[in-house]
């Protein structure tokens, strides 16, 4: 079993930055492929990024690509996700999530097993 705790989401201006941090515990955590996910109100959940365990390899949907940066400290047990340039539509629930089964999680949320809680992400124009 893996536990997932979120952390840094806020309210932010438009253009502006935001870094968000999901503390992994209960399974080793540098053998978990890692992934961020967003739901919008009324919207399904989206993939936005994804980092193999060694954190040498990354994925990025079209919508953040050259906007934020997925990163993991495996001595820390965390992954962090540094959103820059937000926009509105930004706007979202953000959730971390794990997987015991992959090198490098995919951009379905059915291909992991754990999640967060969520922190919520709100980017004011």
């Known amino acids: 079993q893996v536990q997932l705790v979120e952390s840094g989401g806020g309210l932010v201006q438009a253009g502006g930055s935001l870094r968000l941090s999901c503390a992994a515990s209960g399974r080793t955590f540098g053998r978990l492929a890692m992934g961020w996910f967003r739901q919008a109100p009324g919207k399904e959940r989206e993939f936005v990024a994804a980092i193999s365990w060694g954190g040498r390899s990354t994925d990025y949907s079209d919508s953040v690509k050259g906007r934020f940066t997925i990163s993991r400290d495996n001595a820390k047990n965390t992954v962090n996700l540094q959103m820059n340039s937000l926009k509105p539509e930004d706007t979202a629930v953000y959730y971390c999530?794990?997987?015991?089964?992959?090198?490098?999680?995919?951009?379905?949320?059915?291909?992991?097993?754990?999640w967060g809680q969520g922190t919520q992400v709100t980017v004011s124009s």
């Open positions: 999530a794990a997987d015991s089964r992959s090198y490098i999680g995919t951009k379905s949320p059915g291909g992991y097993e754990y």
